[in-house]
């Protein structure tokens, strides 16, 4: 195999390196890029198979320069690696100036054993990119990723609040203020205007217990008992201080809740029949969370952009159904099959084959977020009168309940794959009528398995009473 030659306009001097034997090149005009912290080492192809390779900062002026000067190597295409959150202004900058971006990941370009430089990574990237070695990686349309963003976000607030929440009620529990006990959540109507009047100066029990609502379970006198305690002076700032803090995030979230609507309003749907929505169905029973933005208008900007009510999917609330979206987008154009879809979520099987046997089955560890918004989903229905309840409870019996929440979350998440590609509104369907289907195929099943052995099989109208 012939040896060739490259420059290193960083280091100035002259190394080799050796094509892939018994393949050819089927991109010529490709690039690739290394991304640190502080520089980009780029690597392009000239004339025969010479590589050049030059640095490059990674200030916006620099970005700049860096696509020109591709330009001017008649670059087309360039691979990245997702490195961090470096790469997003590279691969914006670079689509800006009409370039093809392919975005990898770092199990995609794993090298062989040896020396590890920036140099030979980008040397590395372009060569499997003009052989056409590298799969690009799922990028959402460039819509919904402002939208993603600021999801995102709240969720990150969101996050932040809650341990504000718990310090509340240690600062109460020290006091010997047993709201806990009698309030299933202290930041309900009731705990926050209890809360509120502790702050404010109110220490008699029955005042405070008279904001009761009248959906609490525990009386007022039984409030009123929780609310005697010891009054202490430090536990009172905590509270105080605590409060503030969960208002402030409260704000805070208000205020991202407006940015997101103003985000949907500017969303165009891809569909071509967006204008001919049908209506709403009515909300879910006890589907209502504090932490859940506004029903209403949310659940209308949702399917004005995917066609289809992904909130009417049994186990699906708003918030997991805004998650699914900002996370997978709407094209599925993406995703040749279901099971590609799926694979991608972490919820697929990934089985070991080795001589045509089966050697391990398992599911891959991925932090994909609308893999995890499908597991959350499949979980409330555990006790629910829907299909995808009485599919959890049949293989939780000999897979486990682990399992059987996956298996749950692979079947929602085929479900939602082809609403959002046929445009197909779900059809909910209870426990009693998918146990009636499954017990039609299980007889099917047997019918056919008895005709292949020479048996046929009859069905016992009358069958004898289960001995006691």
Same mark, same amino acid.
């Given at each position: 195999?012939?040896?060739?030659?490259?420059?290193?306009?960083?280091?100035?001097?002259? #190394?080799?390196?050796?094509?892939?034997?018994?393949?050819?090149?089927?991109?010529?005009?490709?690039?690739?890029?290394?991304?640190?912290?502080?520089?980009?080492?780029?690597?392009? %192809? @000239?004339?025969?198979?010479?590589?050049? &390779?030059?640095?490059?900062?990674?200030?916006?002026?620099?970005? !700049?320069?860096?696509?020109?000067?591709?330009? /001017?190597?008649?670059?087309?295409?360039?691979?990245? @690696?997702? *490195?961090?959150?470096?790469?997003?202004?590279?691969?914006?900058?670079? /689509?800006?100036?009409?370039?093809?971006?392919?975005? &990898?990941?770092?199990?995609?370009?794993?090298?062989?054993?040896?020396?590890?430089?920036?140099?030979?990574?980008?040397?590395?990237?372009?060569?499997?990119?003009?052989?056409?070695?590298?799969?690009? =990686?799922?990028?959402?349309?460039?819509?919904?990723?402002?939208?993603? *963003?600021?999801?995102?976000?709240?969720?990150?607030?969101?996050?932040?609040? $809650? +341990?504000?929440?718990?310090? #509340?009620?240690?600062?109460?529990?020290?006091?010997?203020?047993?709201? $806990? !006990?009698?309030? %299933?959540? &202290?930041?309900?109507?009731?705990?926050?205007?209890?809360?509120?009047?502790?702050?404010?100066?109110?220490?008699?029990?029955?005042?405070?217990?008279?904001?009761?609502?009248?959906?609490?379970?525990?009386?007022?006198?039984?409030?009123?008992?929780?609310?005697?305690?010891?009054?202490?002076?430090?536990?009172?700032?905590?509270?105080?201080?605590?409060?503030?803090?969960?208002?402030?995030?409260?704000?805070?979230?208000?205020?991202?809740?407006?940015?997101?609507?103003? *985000?949907?309003?500017? &969303?165009?749907?891809?569909?071509?029949? =967006?204008?001919?929505?049908?209506?709403?169905?009515?909300?879910? +029973?006890? %589907?209502? =969370?504090?932490?859940?933005?506004?029903?209403?208008?949310?659940?209308?900007?949702?399917?004005?952009?995917?066609?289809?009510?992904?909130?009417?999917?049994?186990?699906?609330?708003?918030?997991?159904?805004?998650?699914?979206?900002?996370?997978?987008?709407?094209? #599925?154009?993406?995703?040749? @099959?279901?099971?590609?879809?799926?694979?991608?979520?972490?919820?697929?099987?990934?089985?070991?084959?080795?001589?045509?046997?089966?050697?391990? $089955?398992?599911?891959? !560890?991925?932090?994909?977020?609308?893999?995890?918004?499908?597991?959350?989903?499949?979980?409330?229905?555990?006790?629910?009168?829907?299909?995808?309840?009485?599919?959890?409870?049949?293989?939780? $019996?000999?897979?486990? +309940?682990?399992?059987?929440?996956?298996?749950?979350?692979?079947?929602?998440?085929?479900?939602?794959?082809?609403?959002?590609?046929?445009?197909?509104?779900?059809?909910?369907?209870?426990?009693? @009528?998918?146990?009636?289907?499954?017990? /039609?195929?299980?007889?099917?099943?047997? !019918?056919?398995?008895? =005709?292949?052995?020479?048996?046929?099989?009859?069905?016992?109208?009358? +069958?004898?009473?289960?001995? %006691?």
């Amino acid at each position: 195999m012939s040896k060739l030659s490259k420059r290193d306009s960083r280091f100035g001097t002259q #190394m080799e390196v050796r094509p892939f034997e018994g393949l050819s090149q089927i991109q010529v005009h490709v690039a690739g890029a290394d991304i640190g912290a502080h520089e980009i080492v780029v690597c392009v %192809s @000239e004339a025969g198979d010479t590589q050049i &390779i030059r640095t490059f900062g990674n200030y916006t002026i620099d970005l !700049q320069a860096m696509a020109k000067w591709l330009l /001017e190597q008649g670059i087309r295409s360039i691979a990245m @690696e997702s *490195t961090g959150v470096y790469w997003i202004p590279l691969f914006e900058t670079l /689509e800006d100036f009409g370039l093809q971006c392919c975005l &990898i990941s770092a199990t995609a370009i794993k090298r062989f054993p040896g020396r590890k430089s920036d140099v030979l990574d980008c040397q590395w990237i372009q060569t499997l990119h003009s052989y056409g070695l590298l799969a690009d =990686s799922f990028r959402l349309e460039a819509d919904l990723i402002a939208l993603r *963003t600021l999801l995102r976000h709240r969720a990150q607030l969101i996050q932040h609040r $809650s +341990p504000h929440i718990l310090h #509340m009620q240690k600062a109460l529990l020290h006091m010997n203020i047993q709201l $806990s !006990q009698v309030l %299933s959540d &202290i930041m309900g109507l009731t705990g926050q205007q209890i809360i509120r009047a502790i702050v404010e100066g109110e220490r008699d029990p029955h005042k405070l217990a008279a904001f009761r609502n009248y959906h609490c379970k525990k009386d007022e006198g039984e409030i009123a008992k929780a609310l005697t305690g010891t009054w202490r002076a430090e536990h009172l700032f905590v509270l105080k201080q605590s409060l503030a803090l969960y208002d402030f995030y409260t704000q805070l979230l208000e205020a991202c809740d407006a940015e997101i609507e103003r *985000t949907y309003t500017a &969303i165009r749907p891809a569909w071509s029949d =967006s204008n001919n929505s049908p209506s709403l169905p009515a909300q879910k +029973p006890n %589907s209502c =969370s504090k932490n859940s933005p506004r029903q209403g208008q949310v659940r209308k900007h949702l399917q004005r952009i995917t066609g289809v009510d992904l909130v009417a999917v049994d186990g699906i609330s708003l918030s997991l159904a805004q998650t699914i979206l900002s996370e997978i987008g709407t094209d #599925m154009s993406k995703f040749p @099959e279901e099971g590609n879809f799926c694979s991608w979520l972490g919820l697929a099987p990934h089985n070991d084959i080795s001589g045509g046997k089966v050697l391990h $089955s398992y599911t891959l !560890q991925t932090n994909n977020r609308a893999g995890q918004a499908f597991r959350q989903a499949a979980a409330t229905t555990v006790r629910a009168d829907c299909s995808f309840g009485a599919f959890y409870r049949r293989l939780k $019996s000999h897979l486990g +309940p682990a399992q059987a929440n996956v298996a749950t979350a692979h079947k929602m998440a085929r479900v939602v794959y082809h609403m959002l590609k046929f445009k197909i509104e779900y059809q909910t369907m209870t426990a009693g @009528e998918y146990e009636q289907r499954f017990r /039609e195929r299980e007889i099917n099943y047997l !019918q056919r398995k008895a =005709s292949r052995l020479g048996f046929a099989l009859s069905l016992i109208v009358n +069958p004898l009473p289960a001995v %006691s």
